[in-house]
């Protein structure tokens, strides 16, 4: 029967489609799920899965609407039960074939946060031997998580190598103040990530991927990067921010338009970025996907208010399964 009822799907079938689930062991917990595609590139080619790995979300983040509430991480039978309601509905069609399945640990939760996540990832590689699953980490890079990363990265090399997974740190600005201001847990510094990402990165793996959804009032300073970060472990995404209900609340308004438009000030840094090697890509969300309320939290928050009160560059339009300042997709990376 699995760990989760699904309450509420909202979506296309064409674009993206988001799941509202209820634990059926644990009252008054709701979690979000999104499976999205990538048009015009085909299900064949690519299929994304985005996945909670939190109950709600400790973190805090000023612009997120994961965070009001929080009780607790998915265990690794609750993950994989999670990926189930979505894989299970493809029983027979084929999608698990698909050339490329990402699987994004991005909507609720830090995952970070949860110690089942890397015992999760080592089992979804046994119970789907050949399936091309490419694990994607979106990560606001909490302190004190060293071991963590540790054994992910030796997941990633023994599994995952040879460009089959991805790691994001969204860092969202460049000024530590206002990181911190934008997402108050304890957090790695630039130096500590840098060391990491240069660690990580090692035959044919993808780069790091240092992700800025970027408002108006947000410090982007291409020197700071250039100056912290090696392009040859690194690449920036730039997204929008996404219109979550907390963003609005705090008056974030995006520095870059989901028509693909980029303000000057951050057209004269990603100038800046590519002269110093970086790649950089602007990746920007469908705004027909986030209509369905696929930003993290949208769909957990609405019910929860009844129901939890205890509780080169490239330009990319249109990729599948966002979610607050983690947008999910980085081959677009
Ligand atoms: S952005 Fe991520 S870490 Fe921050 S509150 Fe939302 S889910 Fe948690």
């Known amino acids: 029967m699995g760990s989760w009822e699904i309450v509420e799907k909202r979506g296309s079938e064409d674009i993206a489609v988001v799941y509202l689930l209820r634990s059926r062991m644990d009252d008054g917990v709701f979690i979000e799920c999104v499976e999205s595609l990538d048009p015009p590139v085909p299900p064949e080619e690519k299929w ?25 991480n998915l265990s690794e039978a609750e993950l994989l039960d999670q990926l189930r309601v979505i894989v299970d509905r493809h ?81 969202n600005t460049t000024d530590e ?28 793996d993808r780069k790091v991927t240092l992700n800025f959804a970027l408002h108006a009032d947000a410090p982007f300073d291409a020197g700071r990067i250039a100056g912290s970060f090696s392009p040859s472990s690194f690449l920036v995404k730039l997204t929008p921010m996404n219109p979550t209900r907390a963003a609005s609340a705090s008056g974030m308004e995006s520095d870059i338009g989901f028509d693909g438009s980029v303000s000057e000030r951050v057209l004269g840094e990603i100038g800046r970025l590519e002269r110093a090697g970086f ?55």
């Open 48 to 72: 994304v899965i985005t996945l909670s790995s939190q109950k709600g979300c400790p973190a805090g983040c000023s612009f997120c609407d994961a965070s009001f509430y929080y009780r607790g």
């Open 177 to 204: 103040r206002y990181r911190n201001k934008m997402m108050p847990a304890k957090k790695m510094t630039f130096r500590e990530i840098s060391l990491l990402g240069d660690r990580w990165v090692v035959n044919r």
């Open 279 to 333: 790649e950089v890509i602007v990746s920007i969300g469908s705004m027909e996907e986030i209509l369905t309320g696929s930003n993290c939290g949208q769909l957990a928050f609405a019910r929860g208010g009844h129901e939890t009160r205890d509780g080169g560059r490239r330009v990319i339009i249109g990729d599948g399964g966002a979610s607050g300042e983690k947008s999910s997709d980085d081959s677009r990376i």
């Open 91 to 171: 029983g027979g069609d084929g999608r698990l074939d698909s050339e490329k399945i990402k699987l994004h640990l991005a909507r609720m939760g830090e995952p970070s946060f949860n110690d089942n996540v890397p015992g999760f990832l080592e089992e979804v590689k046994s119970r789907y031997p050949g399936v091309r699953f490419v694990p994607a980490i979106a990560t606001i890079g909490p302190a004190g998580r060293e071991e963590w990363f540790e054994r992910l990265k030796r997941l990633k090399d023994e599994y995952f190598g040879e460009g089959f997974f991805q790691l994001q740190f969204s860092l």
